[in-house]
Structure formats: structure tokens, C-alpha cells
């Protein structure tokens, strides 16, 4: 075959080279990169969109209540992140035949009520298996400084995490084996077999990874601050430190022994046969805020929060543990374009 009649082989895309091209276009106007889109006059409001698909993001049974909650959660988490206030939602949802409508809506309702949101319009039709996507337009929150960027840590700044990590993970792992929520509780099938000691950490496990609970009122005190750097813990620990010391030209040293955790949690997962470590760093959607402030800022009054390092001026995202060894900390966590067995 002639050199000219060679087509070059692409890689396929994963995430964040989709992302960063994108970022890179004209078209685009330099809006993409933090977990929502900062626009109007005097960048007055942010906008952010996400979606949940049966199969992909939650058990095609899923009570649709449930479901509405879980999409509306991780979408206030991305605002959450950007430190802005909830304004106003747009729907789509495509639904599979047999799907209960009013359920859904009664759910979602709701829970916007709880957070002052407006559902202002959408679109409804029918699909093979339910895609519901929802758009939020947030604004500044009273005393703002700004929203929230992934740009703005900078070296000796220290590095937070607004909660604990790797419960999630383990609740994905109870659900694909047959845990459900029935009511306002959890079912274990007795199938399951789980130990009586560690009913209390599953069920909570299980109600982590369908319920989050998007920490708005942190993102609001965070955009009070003079500076600091955000994120949410959508896709794992490693991934989400990696984007955002990216996005400020930063590197970062945490330290494994200060991640926190569920009371249980290392036993939790060790019956469940997943490494505790690897849960935390790489399991994802616990949608807690990863966050930088300036070394001195007094974070005692956020319960919860917790140390877990400092930021370098070193590019390297490192991991310490007990041995005090500093290792390389890969980009751990979940990727929503590379194809999956």
C-alpha cells in the first residue's frame, strides 16, 4: 500500500484527552474544565449538566423516586464544587416502557423544593432503557467572593477532603450482588449472607452510593473564603486531585493514613474482597469536595472535613503511607468514555 493511502491509527478516547481537546477548541471558549460552566454578565451564574442511565449508573429496578433523587444529588454536587447556589433545572428524560412518571417527578420535586430549585421546563419521550439528564443553572450564594475554580491551589496551600471516601464503592459492590432499598431502608437478601457485625456499615454503604448527599452548604462556605480550589469526588480520589493540579499547574503529596473513613470500613470491604486503599483512592461518586484553602485558614467549625495533605509546586501527585515512603499516586477512578467489558 502506498505511504499516501495510510491512514493513521488514532487511540481511542479516554476522558480526559476527549476532554482536553475539547477544552483546546475554539468553539468552545475556554468554559470547559471546572465542574460547571461559569457565564452571564459579570459571571453571575454557572450552569452544569449530567446524566444517569440505567445499567450504566444505577440498577434498571431502581425505584424511580430514588432515581430522581440520586440524578438531582450528583448534579447539586457539581455546584456544590463551583460553590454556587441552586437556581433553576432543565429535564430530559427518556423512559423505559412500564416507567412511573409521577413517581419520579414526586421525588424530584421534592428534594428541589428542599434546595429552593425551580424545574423551569424539558423534555419527555421513551427509550429501550431510561436516560434522565438534568441541566442546573446556579448563582452566587450571599457574600460570595466567586465561584469556585480547580485553578486557583497553589503551593503550601493544604489539601482537604469534605468527607469520608471509598463507601461508595462498597455500595455499588452490595448492590450488584443483590442489596436494594426498600422504603426508607435497605433489604440484604439473606443470600448476601453479610455478617451480623457488619449489617449497620452495608446498609450504609448501600444508601451512600444511591443517596448522596451533595455537601452545598461547605461549597458555599468555601466561596467565602479569599481563595480556594475545588472539586467534587465524582470519579475517585486520584483522578479528581489529578484534574485539579492540572488545571492549576500544581502537584500535590497526601497521605494515605489521613484519607477518612465509614466506621467499619476496612472490615466492610475486606469481606466484600475489595482493597480498602484502592476503594478510597479510585471507587468514586462519593461526591465529597475535594478542596485547597491556604495553609492557617481555621476549617474547625466543617464537620467532617479532614486534612489529607498539602499542594507542591512539583508537578508529581504522590501518595505517602506508614512507612513515610512517597510513591507516585496514579490516576485511579472511573472514566465515562473508555469502552468497558
Given at each position: ?173 452490595l448492590v450488584r450482588r443483590g442489596a436494594r432499598v426498600e422504603g426508607r431502608g435497605v433489604a440484604l437478601p439473606p443470600a448476601l449472607d453479610v455478617p451480623r457485625a457488619l449489617h449497620a456499615a452495608a446498609r450504609r454503604a448501600v444508601l451512600r452510593h444511591l443517596q448522596p448527599r451533595p455537601q ?25 486531585l489529578h484534574r485539579l493540579c492540572a488545571a492549576s499547574g500544581v502537584g500535590a503529596v497526601i497521605d494515605a493514613e489521613l484519607l477518612p473513613r465509614s466506621p467499619r470500613f ?76
Open positions: 500500500m502506498s505511504r499516501q493511502n495510510k491512514r493513521p491509527q488514532r487511540r481511542p478516547d479516554d476522558e480526559r484527552s476527549l476532554v482536553d481537546w475539547l477544552a483546546g477548541r475554539p468553539e468552545t471558549a475556554g468554559l470547559i474544565g471546572d465542574d460547571a460552566a461559569v457565564f452571564g454578565a459579570r459571571e453571575s451564574h454557572v450552569v452544569t449538566v449530567d446524566s444517569q442511565v440505567a445499567g450504566v449508573h444505577f440498577p434498571a429496578e431502581l425505584e424511580p423516586g430514588i432515581l430522581a433523587r440520586r440524578l438531582l444529588a450528583v448534579n447539586l454536587s457539581d455546584l456544590a464544587a463551583m460553590g454556587a447556589r441552586p437556581a433553576h433545572a432543565f429535564l430530559a428524560l427518556a423512559a423505559a416502557p412500564g416507567f412511573d412518571h409521577r413517581r419520579f417527578f414526586a421525588g424530584l420535586l421534592g428534594e428541589a423544593r428542599r434546595h429552593g430549585l425551580v424545574l423551569a421546563g424539558g423534555d419527555l419521550s421513551s427509550a429501550p432503557v431510561t436516560c434522565a439528564s438534568l441541566t442546573l443553572i446556579g448563582a452566587r450564594w450571599p457574600r460570595s467572593r466567586g465561584f469556585l475554580r480547580r485553578s486557583r491551589a497553589r503551593s503550601g496551600d493544604v489539601v482537604y477532603l469534605g468527607g469520608t471516601v471509598g463507601e461508595s464503592a462498597l455500595g455499588l459492590e452545598l452548604e461547605l461549597g458555599a462556605w468555601l466561596a467565602r473564603r479569599t481563595r480556594a480550589a475545588a472539586i467534587d469526588v465524582s470519579d475517585g480520589v486520584a483522578r479528581d476496612a472490615e466492610l470491604a475486606a469481606w466484600l474482597g475489595l482493597d480498602p486503599l484502592a476503594s478510597m483512592l479510585g471507587g468514586g461518586e462519593d461526591y465529597v469536595l475535594l478542596f485547597t484553602l491556604p495553609a492557617g485558614v481555621d476549617v474547625g467549625r466543617l464537620p467532617g472535613t479532614r486534612r489529607i495533605g498539602r499542594i507542591e509546586a512539583a508537578t508529581e501527585i504522590l501518595l505517602t503511607g506508614d512507612d513515610g515512603e512517597r510513591r507516585d499516586l496514579p490516576d485511579l477512578g472511573w472514566d465515562h468514555v473508555s469502552v468497558r467489558a
